[in-house]
């Protein structure tokens, strides 16, 4: 599961607020793309790929850093956006800045750059990329379960949970009070998971009995409730 800073990273991309100045390191970025690539979170891919493909351009080794990122992730396209810049440099070589290459990966590395970018459509740097699992944990403000415990709801600057109907539960035990409208319009597979949860709950409150029927034999709709129940209360 996703840890706070990531998960709050990754909302305050996705909520229409002010953004605060972060210089996000490699690694945060990183568990940021992971995150947001399990869940197709389209914008804070962008916005985190976008920063790596800067921070690459500071040095050779945040350069080789930010490869390796996407090596592991299989981020072709981050990966083709570092090395243009490296075109018309004779003497440079990803050997001697990147350790652990394999010689398939040397080689089409080498070919990109003979090519100066210039490949077929069916070439990749890479293999085909694994799907990135990070399990989430969401929780309804009406989920009977969590009535009466207490929670640790994490609020960044600018962030109005007013209206909120909906909880990102953290990795490291804290929450984040959202809107399930933002999550539903960012995050097909988390709008999924939120839809079933919904429905679920719903299944379940159905099958529940009236607590407003009086009569022990007879069927009776409950003003309150406009449900029909069999049974005595």
């Known amino acids: 599961p996703a840890r706070s800073e990531t998960i709050q990273d990754i909302l305050l991309i996705c909520y229409p607020i002010a953004k605060p100045k972060k210089e996000r390191s490699v690694k945060e970025l990183e568990l940021g793309l992971r995150a947001a690539m399990a869940y197709e979170l389209e914008l804070p891919i962008t916005v985190f790929e976008d920063e790596l493909v800067r921070l690459a351009g500071r040095d050779s080794q945040s350069w080789a850093e930010v490869f390796m990122v996407a090596y592991r992730m299989k981020l072709e396209d981050v990966a083709r956006r570092i090395l243009r810049p490296t ?4 003497e440079w070589d990803a050997g001697c800045i990147v ?20 490949v077929g459509p069916h070439f990749l740097l890479f293999v085909a990329r694994e799907r990135i699992s990070v399990p989430v944990s969401l929780s309804s403000h009406t989920d009977p379960e969590r009535a009466g415990t207490p929670s640790t709801p994490l609020t960044p600057a600018g962030w109005d949970t007013s209206g909120s109907d909906l ?6 035990g804290n929450e984040f009070r959202v809107h399930r409208n933002v999550i539903l319009s960012a995050s097909p597979i988390l709008g999924n998971i939120i839809v079933a949860a919904i429905a679920q709950q719903t ?27 069999t049974g005595a209360v």
């Open 99 to 118: 350790d652990d290459l394999t010689a398939g990966d040397y080689y089409r590395i080498a070919e990109y750059r003979r090519r100066q970018g210039n």
């Open 87 to 90: 075109f018309h440099d004779k």
């Open 203 to 229: 299944h379940a409150a159905a099958k529940q009995p009236c607590p407003h029927v009086t009569s022990s034999k007879k069927k009776k709709k409950c003003k309150s409730c406009r449900k029909g129940v």
């Open 167 to 172: 909880i990102l539960c953290s990795s490291d």
